[in-house]
């Protein structure tokens, strides 16, 4: 399977910073051996689907709404982000459930909403510091991922999963390789027993991956690419990363 690398903007940019790290990575990218995403703010959907018509990176949003229309003030649905071109949207980002609340069954509910849109939902799953500490990190990881195979059947052979460890995220606190393998193969093996299909789910690992350690991460037998924030944001950092996924 070829691996994901997929950029995670967060709430960064402006129209001119966009245009200039898109047309950097752009320069730089040729054809890349694996599969390129970059998940932008909504508001530089449309910028960005304009920058990226006709290349080899698709378009990605940070959050879908688990309601298709109507009085959901703020909110965005999965077929207005289909207007946009947008082929993945990130959900179930530890941001989002720790600052907006999300619960394990929104984020379940955002997922069959975007498969129902052919949009793929990158669904993050990660355990916090003290989780970790307290021996939980399997169970805490099992337990988001479970909420996504139940509500979402046997359409989770369509959806591609993000292990984050919350403590790693922007922190420059890598998990080791091993580290990351291990809950890797946990996932890998809860997604087999709910589907066939299971092989072709593309797991990436996220949280602190840079140009310095991208590689030995990505080695990993079960690590099938990246979501990257920080380094996403820096074209030559970014190129690396891809250049490591090959
Ligand atoms: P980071 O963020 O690479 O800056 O740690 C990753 C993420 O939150 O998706």
């Known amino acids: 399977m070829k691996k994901l690398i997929a950029g995670n903007w967060k709430m960064n940019g402006s129209l001119a910073a966009n245009e200039k790290l898109l047309k950097d990575i752009l320069a730089g990218l040729g054809q890349p051996a694996c599969q390129v995403a970059v998940g932008v703010p909504a508001i530089y959907l449309a910028q960005c689907q304009a920058l990226l018509a ?47 609340g ?34 939980k990190t399997d169970e805490v990881v099992k337990r988001q991922l479970a909420a996504v195979i139940h509500t979402n059947g046997h359409c989770i052979s369509e959806i591609v999963v993000a292990y984050e460890p919350v403590w790693a995220i922007g922190t420059g606190k890598t998990a ?27 797991l990436l690992y996220g949280g602190s991956m840079n140009a310095a350690n991208a590689a030995s991460l990505l080695a990993q037998p079960d690590i099938d690419g990246g979501l990257i924030g920080g380094a996403a944001l820096k074209p030559q950092d970014f190129l690396t990363i891809i250049a490591a996924a090959a």
Do not use: N, W
């Not at 990176?57 to 946009?84: N, R």
């Open 176 to 202: 080791t390789p091993e580290m990351a393998q291990q809950v890797h193969a946990l996932l890998r093996a809860q997604l087999k027993a709910a589907s066939e299909h299971a092989d072709r789910i593309q």
């Open 54 to 100: 006709g290349t080899a990176i698709d378009l990605g949003s940070q959050d879908i709404s688990a309601q298709e229309v109507g009085a959901y003030t703020g909110e965005i649905s999965g077929a207005m982000l289909k207007e946009f071109g947008v082929r993945y949207a990130i959900v179930g980002h530890s941001e989002r459930r720790q600052y907006h």
């Open 102 to 135: 999300e619960t394990d069954e929104l984020v379940a509910l955002k997922a069959q909403r975007a498969l129902g849109c052919g949009i793929t939902p990158i669904v993050c799953v990660g355990e916090t510091l003290a989780e970790r500490e307290a021996g």
